[in-house]
């Protein structure tokens, strides 16, 4: 349980690489799950061995990943007792390297990652409206208040993913959670960029709403229009921010 009363996210969510996952795949990976908030600041994470298994690839090219990592800021290690690898979030990620990403994006890349999310978002919504439980729905009411308090774009990234990730993981789906990770992290941080066309908060914060209100009164097909309709929402939102960063 982190500081604010949501669950930690494990590191059971970051999924396995494809066979002969490079060192630079692996960096990539995990440092998207750190500013995602799938994994926390002061988080240990597991024993090399066991999450080098756990990502599909050697425990060589584990270490090789986390000693960049650890040359970033992402993670340190500790020694003695209590030693470990611990993870160390940075308050916002690194913006110059998000614009230049958005900018590369092409309009057809982002409407194929919206056309999955569509597909993705409004299953799991309408199936966290049939399997979610009381805490589940507590969870994502907490993280609309949690993206309408934030200040700081690493805080908005992170209460906006861990929402949608709430659902996915409610839809009791390892399938679409493991899906929805993926395109969190391909699409949320990009939509917080704090450009001339910033993304308005309150009007993310009243579609999370509505989406976990409807969950929670278990109206699925409601609950799954809303989140369709979210998608296609964000999908304008950046299609708005590549077109002002395209133009710089």
Do not use: Y
């Not at 009007?203 to 609950?223: C, K, L, M, P, W």
Request: negative net charge; hydrophobic residues 45%.
């Amino acid at each position: 349980m982190t500081a604010d009363g949501v669950p930690v996210m494990r590191t059971s969510l970051i999924s396995p690489l494809n066979a002969g996952g490079r060192v630079e795949e692996v960096v990539e990976r995990i440092s998207r799950a750190i500013m995602l908030g799938l994994v926390v600041d002061g988080e240990q994470l597991p024993a090399e061995v066991n999450f080098a298994h756990q990502l599909g690839v050697s425990p060589m090219t584990l270490r090789e990943a986390l000693a960049i990592l650890r040359q970033q800021g992402l993670v340190e290690t500790r020694r003695g007792r209590n030693g470990g690898t611990f993870v160390r979030r940075p308050a916002n990620p690194p913006l110059d390297a998000l614009e230049e990403r958005l900018r590369s994006t092409t309009v057809s890349e982002l409407r194929d990652f919206a056309d999955e999310q569509f597909a993705v978002c409004g299953a799991a919504a309408l199936l966290a409206a049939e399997r979610a439980s009381a805490a589940n729905v507590r969870r994502m009411l907490h993280l609309v208040e949690q993206l309408a308090a934030a200040k700081g774009v690493g805080d908005r990234i992170r209460a906006d993913s861990r929402f949608h990730l709430e659902i996915a993981m409610a839809s009791q789906s390892e399938r679409l959670t493991q899906l929805e990770v993926a395109l969190q992290a391909e699409l949320t941080p990009m939509l917080w960029l704090p450009l001339e066309a910033e993304t308005p908060t309150d009007d993310v914060v009243a579609e999370h709403h509505a989406i976990a209100t409807a969950i929670a009164e278990e109206d699925g097909e409601r609950a799954r229009a809303l989140a369709e309709r979210h998608v296609r929402r964000n999908l304008r939102r950046l299609i708005e921010l590549h077109l002002t960063v395209a133009g710089r």
